[in-house]
């Protein structure tokens, strides 16, 4: 397929690509477990960002397009009482909408409630839903994303506006359908990374995409390719064909400190091996921001010119520790959350009992930590009466935890305060990050 005109060569364009990624149901600029206001998180403030981005684009005569990179389904309470009404519009959805994304990446927690639920979800997206590396199987009903998407765009240029195609793929972790494998085996097949996007770049050329952009939810790992990589967008940068890359899955920050420079990753410029990529965080701490150079050669199609990467942050750290606010929460976009905030609200409120004692993991790798121990205590608990009349009964029960909240990379921030005296479902939040399901296994 070819453009419906050639471009006069020589004429020049901007292409600006905006980029959330890991926004872990982070819609509100609020921390549901501690019940405040917390300015380092939510989609209502890089929406702020967004619109400021997308005016110095129209300044500069820029197309822009917003696209998210997956793992944006859950992570909240506000997610998790979402995925309890599928006949409800669901909140992620809405907030796409109102900020006219142009194409979603899934990650592998989008998967973490099923495909059911998914499939509900994903129904109600304004845009293409893309990835490019998962294909269901079996019977049941076709999936609601595709394996690549093609943006048709009109780019304004001194001459006028002219045609383009950009095509869009998607990747996620093929450890996927191991980490949900009771949600998703034999529903699903995950191929490696590296090898899908090489089986469906050659149909984005054919298709006459003149820029193709990965919305690749892994991180930097090793930059030698090696089958199944969990963190691959070093060696899919190196794939001849991509000229951009969207990075994430671990929560880092690129361009910025988080990641070292070698001869295919510059850290400071946001390049992976030359092309311009950026991972923007999570929790909408950050929107990754792509400017792209085009110019028309003698063929009349785009030729892919410089590229600059650069990350803008919602919030800051003061020296003494405090968070300090970069960007406002968009009025219109906190509106269109505000029900489904207070329902949240009243849900993470419930009573649900007591403790004694407070319950914090301060001290957890070097101390006993009575939050964990609740919680090996409850699992444990949950899982007896299953056992009590199998042939399973009498034999020992061990219960395995793990801490979840221990600052680190999430930032000092980032721990478990259960104060004593009642308990809250948020509490309950708090004490258990991800609403896993509970495995037996007989050793």
Request: proline content about 8%; charged content about 20%.
């Amino acid at each position: 397929m070819t453009q419906a005109r050639p471009v006069p060569p020589g004429t020049t364009a901007k292409v600006r690509l905006l980029a959330t990624t890991d926004l872990h149901m982070h819609l509100t600029s609020f921390n549901y477990c501690t019940g405040r206001p917390d300015p380092s998180v939510g989609l209502t403030r890089t929406a702020s960002l967004i619109a400021a981005a997308r005016e110095e684009a129209a300044g500069q005569r820029a197309l822009t397009l917003l696209l998210d990179n997956g793992d944006a389904l859950q992570g909240t309470p506000l997610g998790d009482l979402a995925r309890g009404d599928p006949d409800r519009p669901h909140p992620l959805m809405r907030a796409f909408s109102y900020l006219r994304y142009d194409a979603i990446g899934l990650g592998n927690h989008d998967f973490n409630y099923g495909l059911k639920t998914l499939d509900a979800a994903l129904h109600q997206a304004p845009c293409p839903v893309v990835c490019s590396n998962m294909r269901r199987v079996g019977a049941g009903k076709p999936a609601a994303f595709s394996h690549y998407a093609i943006l048709d765009r009109m780019v304004r240029t001194a001459t006028g506006a002219w045609p383009i195609r950009i095509g869009v793929l998607s990747f996620l972790p093929p450890q996927t359908v191991l980490w949900d494998a009771h949600l998703l085996r034999g529903k699903v097949e995950v191929c490696d990374i590296l090898d899908s996007a090489r089986a469906w770049l050659p149909d984005l050329r054919r298709a006459g995409c003149d820029l193709i952009v990965a919305l690749a939810h892994s991180g930097l790992g090793a930059a030698t390719a090696r089958p199944q990589m969990e963190n691959a967008a070093i060696p899919l940068a190196a794939l001849d064909g991509i000229d951009a890359i969207v990075a994430g899955h671990t929560h880092q920050r690129l361009p910025g400190p988080d990641h070292d420079q070698s001869a295919e990753v510059d850290s400071r410029a946001g390049t992976l091996h030359g092309k311009p990529a950026v991972m923007a965080g999570s929790a909408g701490s950050h929107l990754g921001i792509i400017d792209l150079s085009l110019a028309a050669g003698a063929d009349g199609r785009w030729r892919i010119g410089e590229g600059q990467s650069e990350l803008r942050p919602i919030a800051t750290r003061a020296p003494d520790g405090s968070i300090r606010p970069l960007a406002r929460e968009d009025p219109g976009l906190a509106a269109l959350l505000a029900d489904d905030h207070d329902d949240t609200l009243e849900s993470v409120n419930q009573p649900i009992g007591h403790t004694g004692q407070p319950l914090h993991s301060y001290f957890t790798f070097f101390a006993p930590d009575r939050g964990l121990a609740a919680v090996a205590a409850a699992q444990a608990a949950a899982l007896r009466r299953y056992l009590a009349c199998s042939f399973a009964c009498d034999l020992p029960l061990l219960s395995a935890v793990s801490p979840g909240k221990v600052g680190a990379r999430a930032g000092p921030d980032w721990f478990t305060d259960v104060p004593a005296g009642p308990l809250a479902l948020r509490h309950l939040d708090d004490l258990s990050v991800f609403p896993n399901n509970l495995q037996a296994i007989m050793v």
